[in-house]
């Protein structure tokens, strides 16, 4: 079974980090690119980072650019978010997610893990 | 950065009912446009993806169409499981932006 699971959300103060995981499993993980969206309660999806399936590509969106770091490590089949000065506005659930075929959409996705920003 | 539309923002629907929700991108994406669905407390399911593509496993009454700047998810008729919320995104381009979502309520 094609599956991405999460950890690492928590309590963080404002000015904070923390560091997201995503361990795959099912797949060639090495093979495909992978990203982090992120959705704040009760509202949409947010788009943050994409990482190529080598690792020597990566986009941010503006608002992580900066203060967010992907990174993956395809021996441990995992993927990573570090995230600096934490930000109130940065309280969401935190989903990785594949990019599945050439159309570049996103499947599977992760359960998610919810990161609050609070002092 | 390339906006995504959605509208409605949400509807009232019955099982049974016809639905289309409509997305629309600032600019040209090509055929760059998926379709997500979210339950409550779920992590979104891919649906539709490359604008008319169905998922392996999504049921046929879901159907995609659209080129350009113009797109429309329809479901044919709505079962109670797709009371939900309805997300396009477009992948042409990065960011990878999402429309604002679409509820289907009863």
């Known amino acids: 079974e094609v599956q991405l699971v999460e950890s690492g959300g928590g309590l963080a103060q404002p000015g904070g980090s923390l560091r997201l995981s995503c361990a795959a499993s099912?797949?060639?993980?090495?093979?495909?690119?992978m990203n982090w969206v992120r959705q704040a309660p009760g509202l949409g999806l947010e788009w943050l980072s994409h990482i190529s399936a080598s690792g020597a590509t990566i986009y941010y969106a503006d608002s992580v650019k900066g203060r967010f770091t992907i990174s993956r490590d395809n021996a441990k089949n995992s993927l990573y978010l570090q995230m600096n000065t934490l930000r109130v506005e940065d309280t969401a659930f935190y989903y990785c997610?594949?990019?599945?075929?050439?159309?570049?959409?996103?499947?599977?996705w992760g359960q998610g893990t919810l990161v609050t920003v609070s002092s | 950065d390339i906006q995504m539309t959605q509208s409605p923002s949400s509807l009232s629907a019955s099982v049974g009912d016809r639905v289309t929700i409509t997305c629309r991108a600032s600019?040209?994406?090509?055929?760059?446009l998926n379709w997500y669905l979210q339950k409550p407390g779920k992590a979104p399911d891919l649906l539709i993806y490359g604008a008319s593509n169905l998922q392996n496993g999504v049921p046929s009454r879901f159907g995609g169409s659209g080129s350009g700047t113009d797109f429309t998810l329809t479901i044919s008729s709505l079962e109670p499981e797709d009371f939900a919320t309805y997300y396009c995104q477009q992948s042409y381009t990065n960011p990878r932006t999402f429309g604002q979502g679409t509820r289907v309520e009863i």
């Open positions: 099912g797949f060639a993980f090495r093979s495909y690119g």
């Open positions: 600019q040209n994406i090509n055929s760059y």
């Open positions: 997610a594949r990019d599945a075929t050439s159309w570049r959409d996103f499947d599977p």
